[in-house]
């Protein structure tokens, strides 16, 4: 009854290869979230889903492309992998805040990438 | 200048001692102040969250926030070795939805 899982837990590839993540949330949520963590714990956004559609996109390289395709899914594709995307890349799932909460974000365990 | 600055440590403190961590950041529009913790090789998980100014209290954890400084803190009295984990200040604008701007994480080690 995992809440935000991801799959796979680790991947290590190599330069210049093409891989993909999974993301999947069962809490009913209709925002989703991918983050990317470097190797010093910064924790940055990367992308936004709102019930299928991208609401935020921050400055990514466009080898990097989410796809929802449907609201419980976000999936991450990286194309031509280079070592500096090596990191522990999260999704993470909302709600929305309501009253005086703020929008209180889930994340699942993360994808440890290491590119060779 | 990052919009949320936190200290990374390492923090390193024996079991029963206070901890206070803390962050500051830049625009004064934030409305929403979260405390993250993320256990090794775990996803972040939230641990409390403040609304504009102003103290609050769970158990043995105590957030502040201090607009007029642009200052947060996160203080946990008579700490135990299970708090050992990175501590991620988070800031939200005053949409309450979306975005976040996590600072760098201090990582905390409580030794019994």
């Known amino acids: 009854d995992t809440a935000v899982s991801q799959t796979p837990k680790y991947l290590v590839t190599q330069m210049g290869n093409d891989k993909s993540i999974k993301c999947e949330q069962n809490?009913?949520?209709?925002?989703m979230y991918w983050y990317k963590q470097d190797s010093k714990k910064f924790l940055k956004i990367m992308f936004s889903?709102?019930?299928?559609?991208?609401?935020i996109n921050e400055t990514v390289p466009n080898r990097f492309s989410p796809k929802s395709p449907d609201k419980a899914h976000l999936n991450l594709h990286i194309n031509s992998l280079e070592l500096g995307d090596s990191a522990v890349y999260f999704c993470?799932?909302?709600?929305?805040?309501?009253?005086?909460?703020?929008?209180?974000?889930?994340f699942g365990p993360g994808t440890r990438l290491t590119v060779l | 200048q990052k919009e949320v600055e936190q200290d990374p440590g390492p923090l390193s403190v024996p079991e029963g001692a206070i901890v206070s961590l803390n962050c500051t950041y830049s625009n004064s529009a934030f409305q929403y102040f979260m405390w993250y913790r993320q256990y090794s090789r775990k996803g972040p998980e939230l641990l409390m969250y403040t609304y504009s100014s102003g103290n609050k209290e769970d158990g043995r954890f105590t957030a502040q926030v201090d607009k007029s400084s642009k200052y947060i803190s996160l203080f946990i009295r008579d700490s135990q070795p299970s708090d050992s984990a990175t501590y991620l200040c988070?800031?939200?604008?005053?949409?309450?939805?979306?975005?976040?701007?996590f600072g760098q994480g201090t990582t905390l080690q409580v030794k019994p």
């Open positions: 809490l009913g949520h209709d925002t």
């Open positions: 993470a799932s909302s709600q929305g805040g309501s009253g005086g909460a703020p929008d209180t974000q889930y």
């Open positions: 988070a800031i939200q604008g005053s949409s309450n939805t979306g975005k976040l701007i």
């Open positions: 889903y709102n019930n299928k559609e991208l609401i």
